[in-house]
């Protein structure tokens, strides 16, 4: 198939999904939000905090490379360390002290919704749908705020004994403190002298300072668990995120084990009596090995359906499942990447019991289906093109505001190379004897019948911003997904 095909498929994917998004009930989005505070840095402003904290103190503690911020020399050292490699880096911090100080000696240029629950969450509601249930454990005063206007969205409360939903801003605690999130991006070019040395920044990128004070939990209080079953009818399915908060261990003796118990029965209660009740997990990349096989094989097995991860996020899944050498040759990005990628996707499938798993990369998404998912390949391919016309939105736009910006991501080429990765797939399976050519077009069954979609993605040159699209990609192929859902009420006809 010709590229211009592909652009008569966008439209035609992108018009059918649009009418049916009304058929989606509602959506359960939990649990990360966090309030994500901008800074763009300049000369000026580096050396004056270059000067604060000394030039000797910085180069030890640049030498010592801190894996966390415990305070503001360690902040600095990481900054310069960053700007010197021109690498995106995110440190964790385990206070606000930080925080504090950065106020004081740099305050923010803007600040936005961060976290992928709080992202997708507003995505959706942007995009119409009728209940969109957001979740957040730590539901700040600050945080309510960045959620969008909207009677569409709403928050689970206790009142008197009783679950109720109300918008996020009539349902904070008000005793809570906001997890801010720093994110200082710098750019090409800027020079700096420091610890005796001159540097420039050989790239534009960016340090997230990321806040994890200890009261953050991955939980719901158990009124709140008690009563879940009673927002089983108003949604279709749910999206959960956030699990790299969970620690190994905890002050008050508790450990992750604990907590992985809690986020499983949290998945049981939302499924009930009806197993179709479809739940996405959004994995991200988690530096705790103990943690992210944690949450693959105790959380993901068997309780999801559906997972949502980038191509570095599936090297790190199959590492520590075991498959070191598949996960090498993901990431070494060599002629047979995408057909690792593919090989690694048909492992996760597998190994994790899963229906589907979509993996969105520069170029183009792979989705590979188990032959028990409801849906067949086209719904599934107008999923992906659904989601990728989202993401060339946001690409463009910087954020979307409206289901009707998608024109703008419509008018985006399908990217060339990642056209040109689809026919190298193409040919490794029909060389093999997987599928033909033409299966390959219309999806592409194997001999033990997962399916695979592979589509070739809208990408834009020069995006406004890149932060969240992997979210607005998975979020919008997953509700395009609902959308397309036969609705029986399994729990109705049981009963
Ligand atoms: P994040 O967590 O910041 O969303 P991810 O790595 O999960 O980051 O997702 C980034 C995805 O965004 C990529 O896989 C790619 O599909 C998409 N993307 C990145 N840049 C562009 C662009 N310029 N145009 C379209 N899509 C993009």
Request: aromatic share 8%.
């Amino acid at each position: 198939m010709e590229i211009a095909d592909w652009e008569t498929r966008y439209l035609e994917a992108v018009s059918n999904v649009r009418e049916q998004l009304g058929n989606v009930q509602g959506v359960f989005v939990a649990y990360n939000s966090n309030v994500d505070a901008m800074k763009h840095i300049r000369e000026e402003e580096l050396k004056k905090l270059i000067g604060i904290i000394g030039q000797d103190k910085l180069r030890e503690r640049i030498v010592e490379y801190p894996r966390e911020i415990k305070d503001p020399v360690d902040f600095m050292a990481r900054l310069i360390i960053a700007m010197r490699d021109g690498k995106a880096a995110e440190v964790p911090t385990y206070t606000t002290d930080i925080h504090e100080w950065l106020m004081d000696n740099l305050v923010f240029d803007s600040a936005r919704m961060g976290g992928q629950a709080g992202i997708m969450s507003n995505l959706l509601v942007t995009l119409g749908v009728k209940n969109v249930i957001t979740y957040v454990p730590w539901l700040s005063r600050e945080q309510a705020e960045y959620f969008v206007d909207s009677p569409n969205l709403k928050h689970p409360v206790i009142e008197n004994g009783k679950l109720i939903l109300k918008h996020p801003k009539e349902a904070y605690d008000p005793q809570q403190k906001p997890k801010i999130n720093w994110i200082i991006e710098f750019s090409k070019g800027m020079k700096f002298r420091c610890a005796g040395e001159e540097f420039e920044v050989p790239r534009d990128n960016r340090l997230i300072i990321s806040s994890r004070p200890n009261w953050l939990r991955i939980d719901m209080s158990p009124e709140m668990y008690e009563q879940l079953p009673d927002i089983r009818e108003s949604i279709d399915g749910a999206i959960l995120a956030g699990y790299q908060m969970i620690k190994e261990e905890y002050e008050d003796g508790t450990t992750y084990r604990d907590y992985v118990q809690r986020a499983v029965s949290v998945i049981e209660r939302l499924k009930g009596c009806n197993p179709q009740m479809r739940i996405h997990v959004e994995f991200t990349s988690i530096q705790n090995k103990v943690i992210r096989k944690a949450l693959l094989t105790d959380i993901v097995k068997k309780h999801v359906t559906s997972l949502g991860l980038d191509t570095v996020e599936v090297a790190n899944a199959l590492n520590v499942l075991g498959y070191e050498e598949l996960a090498y040759s993901v990431i070494n990005k060599g002629e047979n990447s995408i057909v690792s990628l593919y090989e690694g996707a048909v492992r996760l499938l597998k190994e994790l019991e899963l229906q589907r798993v979509h993996i969105h990369s520069l170029g183009f998404y792979i989705c590979v289906v188990s032959k028990d998912h409801p849906l067949g390949a086209d719904d599934q391919r107008q999923a992906l093109l659904f989601a990728s016309a989202l993401a060339a939105t946001q690409a463009t736009l910087g954020s979307i505001k409206d289901l009707d910006d998608i024109s703008v991501g419509l008018g985006v080429p399908v990217y060339d190379q990642g056209y040109d990765d689809l026919i190298e797939l193409e040919k490794y399976l029909v060389r093999r004897g997987i599928c033909t050519a033409e299966d390959f077009e219309d999806g592409c069954i194997s001999a033990d019948g997962h399916n695979l979609i592979i589509v070739p993605s809208k990408v834009v040159k020069d995006p406004v911003a890149t932060v969240g699209i992997g979210d607005a990609i998975s979020a919008g192929a997953f509700v395009a997904l609902l959308a397309k859902m036969p609705k029986i009420n399994i729990c109705k006809i049981t009963e």
